[in-house]
């Protein structure tokens, strides 16, 4: 929970920067959630950050603080269609009230729902 935390901190600034980068196209008047095209937009951003980082990095920069690391289920690096599934599983388990993710403390390996959904887990990372 940590490393969602801290990486809710580097969304929410990247989510600014890219809202700010578009601004000045709709003078201002974009809405998430109200507008479609803009709301597909955010996601996309949020979306490319969090998979090019499990993609290329194995973590994200709340993850590297906690020491956590995704794996695929076949040890391979996580690819862009199990990136794509983890993180609409995510929004799944978050909009079920948080039960996706609380499904963790019942699951018998420690998987949300977005792991089991993707094929991926976390781990934890020796420090080294």
Not at 18 to 29: F, K
Not at 58 to 72: D, E, K, L, N, Y
Request: aromatic share 14%; with cysteine; net charge positive.
């Amino acid at each position: 929970m940590g490393a969602i935390l801290y990486d809710a901190l580097v969304v929410t600034g990247l989510l600014l920067i890219a809202t700010a980068g578009v601004s000045p196209l709709d003078q201002g008047n974009q809405q998430a959630l109200r507008d479609p095209v803009f709301t597909i937009y955010l996601l996309a951003v949020w979306y490319l950050y969090l998979a090019m980082c499990w993609r290329y990095l194995g973590m994200t920069v709340g993850m590297r603080a906690w020491r956590v690391q995704i794996v695929s289920d076949n040890e391979q690096k996580v690819s862009w269609k199990s990136s794509a599934i983890r993180f609409s599983g995510s929004l799944l388990s978050a909009a079920c009230a948080g039960l996706g993710y609380f499904w963790a403390l019942f699951d018998k390996e420690k998987r949300c729902w977005h792991d089991q959904l993707s094929d991926t887990g976390l781990y934890r990372v020796n420090k080294k």
